[in-house]
């Protein structure tokens, strides 16, 4: 739906209804149960006009949607990514993921139940930057923006961050690693590691430093 919304920004149009039926259509094939595909319509016809109606949201005219990156090479490591919009400036990029779910306050949150999911929507903006770099060679600015499109209100409705390159260098370092381990079925015990964002820290630092 926010596919189709982005297409017709891109010719100067708005038209709810039809994006709404474009959610209700794509819906279909999920193959729901009657009672629950019903829920799940009006539901998502709401969440479309609160987001792109009463909160006024505005997607920008140019814009790619659905960008789709294939067999991207790092090293050997072999990348894929469909990044939900991308906005191209003249030395720039930014790029906009779609979130369902409950908007985080802030990518540096200090509520321990949040700090995870933080860490994962941070570290995908910083996939994104990579991706985008080991195809394109793009050496602008490369920004990126989770926008949480079940906000309850606009201050809610995005988070945004510019990875750095010790970002980027850190990802790419950590996704050749992976890379390795899984072709070589070295699957590491992760028994030893808490369930939280500490645990998770300390799982890619014994990765990164050849401890496992």
Do not use: C
């Amino acid at each position: 739906a926010l596919k189709l919304a982005q297409n017709q920004a891109n010719h100067g149009r708005k038209n709810l209804p039809v994006i709404q039926k474009e959610f209700e259509t794509a819906l279909l094939r999920e193959q729901l149960p009657p009672t629950e595909h019903k829920r799940q319509a009006a539901k998502g016809r709401r969440l479309l006009k609160k987001l792109l109606g009463d909160m006024k949201y505005q997607l920008p005219a140019g814009s790619l949607a659905e960008y789709e990156l294939h067999n991207v090479r790092l090293d050997d490591a072999r990348l894929s990514g469909t990044l939900d919009r991308v906005d191209r400036g003249e030395n720039s990029i930014h790029v906009v993921d779609y979130k369902t779910g409950q908007a985080l306050p802030s990518f540096e949150t200090e509520n321990q139940a949040e700090m995870l999911k933080a860490y994962h929507h941070k570290m995908q903006l910083i996939f994104y930057a990579l991706l985008l770099e080991a195809k394109d060679g793009h050496g602008g600015k490369i920004s990126g923006e989770m926008v949480y499109v079940q906000a309850d209100k606009p201050v809610n409705l995005s988070r945004g961050y510019t990875p750095t390159q010790e970002d980027k260098a850190r990802l790419a370092k950590l996704i050749k690693v992976v890379w390795k381990k899984v072709n070589n079925l070295d699957l590491p015990d992760v028994a030893i590691y808490t369930p939280d964002l500490a645990g998770m820290l300390a799982f890619e630092q014994d990765l990164l430093s050849g401890k496992i």
